[in-house]
């Protein structure tokens, strides 16, 4: 099992700058990638980023050039920054790790997101 806790959500203002933190516990060693999702109302849950143990990095179209992920290995921690937000930007963002063997999706709780126009 690997648990994931996210913080660093909040209330910004379009143009603003937000950093997310996810820490993972639990069964590391079990893990391929990590990364960040976002569901806003109405809408499907959607790729935000990913990076894999290798150190590769993916990111959704929509959020290219303005978000960047990073890992610190030491810590188990994913980070993602986040600049030049958008009012577009809000939703419920996702830590996730996906197992190596199986694919299997681990999620966390999620933090919100709010960028005000």
């Known amino acids: 099992q690997v648990q994931l806790v996210e913080s660093g959500g909040g209330l910004v203002q379009a143009g603003g700058s937000l950093r997310l933190s996810c820490a993972a516990s639990?069964?590391?060693?079990?893990?391929?990638?990590r990364g960040w999702y976002r569901q806003a109302p109405g809408k499907q849950r959607e790729l935000v980023a990913t990076?894999?143990?290798?150190?590769?990095?993916n990111y959704g179209d929509s959020v290219k050039g303005r978000f960047t992920i990073s890992r610190d290995n030491a810590k188990n921690t994913v980070y993602l920054q986040m600049n030049s937000l958008k009012p577009e930007d809000t939703a419920v963002y996702y830590c996730?790790?996906?197992?190596?063997?199986?694919?299997?999706?681990?999620w966390g709780q999620g933090t919100q997101v709010t960028v005000s126009s």
């Open positions: 996730n790790a996906r197992r190596l063997y199986d694919s299997f999706d681990y």
């Open positions: 639990g069964s590391i060693f079990s893990i391929k990638a």
């Open positions: 990076i894999t143990s290798g150190g590769s990095t």
